[in-house]
């Protein structure tokens, strides 16, 4: 069974650009700690402010060591002032196709 994070992005509309970059510079630092890891974010084409991020991982403590890292925590903090909500989510796959 596989696990993974699900992040909902609300940012101030006007600055998803900034948003997109911030957001790629975490992933890429991410991904340099956990060379394994996949994400995609997607931008909601009805909610233009909204994104959302997912990928999956090799466990659930993977992800908790990932959210006490400084990467993290730093990451986040750096895309606070371009959001106006944050909510952050652990998922169990429960079906697959393909």
Excluded: C
């Excluded at 992005?9 to 890891?37: C, M, S």
């Excluded at 997607?42 to 659930?60: A, C, K, Q």
């Amino acid at each position: 069974m596989s696990v993974y994070t699900l992040g909902i992005w609300l940012v101030h509309p006007g600055r998803e650009n900034d948003f997109i970059q911030a957001w790629r510079d975490l992933a890429r630092k991410t991904q340099e700690d956990y060379p394994h890891t996949k994400a995609v974010l997607m931008h909601d084409r009805d909610v233009r402010n909204r994104f959302i991020s997912t990928g999956p991982w090799e466990s659930l403590e993977q992800i908790e060591q990932w959210r006490a890292s400084a990467t993290f925590t730093q990451g986040v903090e750096a895309m606070r002032e371009l959001l106006e909500h944050f909510e952050s989510r652990t998922l169990d796959e429960a079906a697959s196709i393909g």
